[in-house]
């Protein structure tokens, strides 16, 4: 019994394999770039204004925002890799962590300070920092940790007089300032 042997043909021989490597590009390129493409398609839908925390906030390109699975509680991200990528974060306030004037809050702000300078381990740096979006003046928290001499994490904890939100970032010291930006930026 004569046995018969299917050739494939010669483009099938370049073709399955040419497929196989576009499949891996296109899955490199978005492993490499699939949060500059979140943000890009984010702002192509929603512009370049966010609401958190019933206030209006206005993000730079590579920014984004993100559902955060928690009620009232905004979550703004940054197109960077997911290691100590930055985020801001709005939430709700804790009950009795937000003082009702300028005065108040910013003495609670630099209470804090002070306690964690006292219990410091020297591995990090903790100083006050204010933000002034138009409404109110956010008053930080800033605590700078340095995990080894290539990677820094900086964290802001802010709050504002009367207001029950806390506004939070963490994210590379380098980028401390485009956040502080957008938080100011708060209608």
Known sequence: MPTTSVQCPTRWK??????????????????????????????????????????????????????????????????????NAPKIVVGPALPGSVGNTDEEELKLTQDVVLSENHSSTGQEHVSVVTVSPKAFALYCVKDEITISPRIAISHLQCNAAGVPYTYTYDGPPEHEKEAEGILSGMD
């Open 14 to 83: 370049v073709f399955v394999p040419c497929s196989a490597l576009l499949l891996l590009l296109i899955v490199f390129v978005y492993l490499k770039y699939g949060k500059c493409a979140n943000a890009l398609a984010w702002h192509c839908t929603h512009g370049n204004v966010a609401t958190a925390g019933g206030k209006k906030v206005r993000l730079p390109l590579l920014w984004w925002q993100e559902d955060s699975g928690r009620y009232d509680t905004s979550l703004f991200l940054r197109a960077l890799p997911p290691i």
